[in-house]
């Protein structure tokens, strides 16, 4: 099984700030899908960003954007101008076309925004 | 966009008895669906992939006898927890994959579930 870590288990930021938030997983293949899912107090898993492996350009959606570097492994996600609603439990995920349809997810980051 | 619907959104049972939790793809064909059980402040740990009209596949330590998934169209998969105890309790969600290669899971709204 792909193994997905995120070694952040809290962050916090100031409101209209900046926060990165890490993943790094462990794979041996070349072709694969990485995701960022948010999962607010209400406990509705919402899709933040994804990011196909094949791409070299960052995803980016809004303030939300991604830094993807394939070579090390790492999927960090960058929140800009944070916001009260920001606040979540963000995890990552990870889908290979090879092994089905299965995701692999981290075990999160609770981020807190500071009002 | 794609949505999950998952009924019920909480469910109170006495110890003994059985739940039943439905999820649907509401606007596309999920041949594939994923329950996932969520304890406080832990991640998605899947229980079992449903697979229309085929037997679900269950990960290892999940007791497909307790737990068990009927798939029959679709569009719909159900999870039924038998003979329910106190420990069953948690949060149970379910999610499916939309058809596109590079498509997320959508996830329904989970459903609490309590054993008293």
């Known amino acids: 099984a792909q193994t997905v870590t995120q070694s952040q288990p809290e962050m916090s930021v100031q409101e209209a700030e900046t926060v990165t938030l890490s993943c790094t997983y462990d794979?041996?293949?070349?072709?694969?899908?990485l995701f960022w899912y948010k999962q607010p107090p209400s406990r509705q898993m919402i899709l933040v960003i994804r990011?196909?492996?094949?791409?070299?350009q960052n995803a980016t959606e809004n303030r939300f954007s991604v830094n993807f570097q394939k070579a090390a492994k790492s999927f960090s996600l960058k929140i800009s101008d944070s916001q009260l609603g920001d606040a979540a439990m963000y995890f990552c995920?990870?889908?290979?076309?090879?092994?089905?349809?299965?995701?692999?997810f981290g075990t999160g980051t609770s981020l807190t925004v500071i009002p | 966009g794609a949505v999950v619907s998952q009924h019920p959104s909480w469910v109170i049972c006495k110890s003994g008895t059985s739940v039943k939790i439905e999820c649907r793809s509401l606007d596309f064909q999920a041949t594939t669906m994923f329950w996932y059980r969520q304890f406080p402040k832990q991640s998605l740990m899947l229980m079992a992939t449903?697979?229309?009209?085929?037997?679900?596949?269950?990960e290892q330590g999940v007791e497909k006898d307790k737990f068990l998934i009927n798939h029959a169209s679709l569009t719909l998969s159900t999870l039924t927890v038998t003979s329910a105890h106190p420990e069953d309790s948690s949060f149970y969600i379910c999610?499916?994959?939309?058809?596109?290669?590079?498509?997320?899971?959508?996830f329904g709204n989970g459903t609490r579930l309590t054993v008293t």
């Open positions: 995920a990870y889908r290979s076309p090879r092994t089905g349809n299965q995701f692999y």
């Open positions: 449903s697979n229309e009209g085929s037997k679900a596949t269950y």
């Open positions: 794979t041996s293949e070349s072709d694969y899908y």
């Open positions: 999610s499916a994959r939309g058809d596109r290669e590079n498509s997320p899971l959508h």
């Open positions: 990011q196909e492996a094949y791409k070299q």
